[in-house]
T-cell receptor
Framework: GAVVSQHPSRVICKSGTSVKIECRSLDFQATTMFWYRQFPKKSLMLMATSNEGSKATYEQGVEKDKFLINHASLTLSTLTVTSAHPEDSSFYIC?????????????FGSGTRLTVV | AQSVTQLDSHVSVSEGTPVLLRCNYSSSYSPSLFWYVQHPNKGLQLLLKYTSAATLVKGINGFEAEFKKSETSFHLTKPSAHMSDAAEYFCVVSLKGGATNKLIFGTGTLLAVQP
């Protein structure tokens, strides 16, 4: 089946630095990738949707200059948390879909636990 | 607007007894609905999905869900709980918008299984 690899699984960084999270579709081409944020004991909040080769679409309230998303190829999307602060600490999960406009084929990565100290 | 409501934030059952996790949806058209499971500090695994085919959907690990339009419900059930079923469960609806469908997550139900 479809596999999405998310890396790193855990990262600790100092306040003010930037962190990049990678999301790769291993055996399919992901036309669309989604980035979610999950607060402790909370549901997943969609941050942005990215289509290969175009700018990401951010959800209301998500700072696009802080959370940079790049979807340069059909198998790779990256989320960069710039100038991270402790309030950015969270669990970030990516999801990839291979069929445009379809409800099939959503595959999730295993998540990245970001801790900003 | 599409949304889902998970009626219970916590459910506790004994091993070997039935599981019922409730979900109600709101949608202006026939929705696509999903149940996902998340184990601690892990990603999400798809249990099952409804996309306007059979109303009774069978998923992995013995779970199933029934789409009831009259009740706008999509409850998740399992006849006999196993210790390994302890996890967070999310009911999800697909928000259709052109070529990019978005998934809207419920608030989750934490299932505890007692020995």
């Amino acid at each position: 089946g479809a596999v999405v690899s998310q890396h790193p699984s855990r990262v600790i960084c100092k306040s003010g630095t930037s962190v990049k999270i990678e999301c790769r579709s291993l055996d399919f081409q992901a036309t669309t990738m989604f980035w979610y944020r999950q607060f402790p004991k909370k549901s997943l909040m969609l941050m942005a949707t990215s289509n290969e080769g175009s700018k990401a679409t951010y959800e209301q309230g998500v700072e696009k200059d802080k959370f940079l998303i790049n979807h340069a190829s059909l198998t790779l999307s990256t989320l960069t948390v710039t100038s991270a602060h402790p309030e950015d600490s969270s669990f970030y999960i990516c999801s990839a879909r291979d069929l445009p406009g379809s409800d099939y084929g959503y595959t999730f990565g295993s998540g990245t636990r970001l801790t900003v100290v | 607007a599409q949304s889902v409501t998970q009626l219970d934030s916590h459910v506790s059952v004994s091993e070997g007894t039935p599981v019922l996790l409730r979900c109600n949806y709101s949608s202006s058209y026939s929705p696509s609905l999903f149940w996902y499971v998340q184990h601690p500090n892990k990603g999400l695994q798809l249990l099952l999905k409804y996309t306007s085919a059979a109303t009774l959907v069978k998923g992995i690990n013995g779970f199933e869900a029934e789409f009831k339009k009259s009740e706008t419900s999509f409850h998740l059930t399992k006849p006999s709980a196993h210790m390994s079923d302890a996890a967070e469960y999310f009911c999800v609806v697909s928000l259709k918008g052109g070529a990019t469908n978005k998934l809207i997550f419920g608030t989750g139900t934490l299932l505890a299984v007692q020995p």
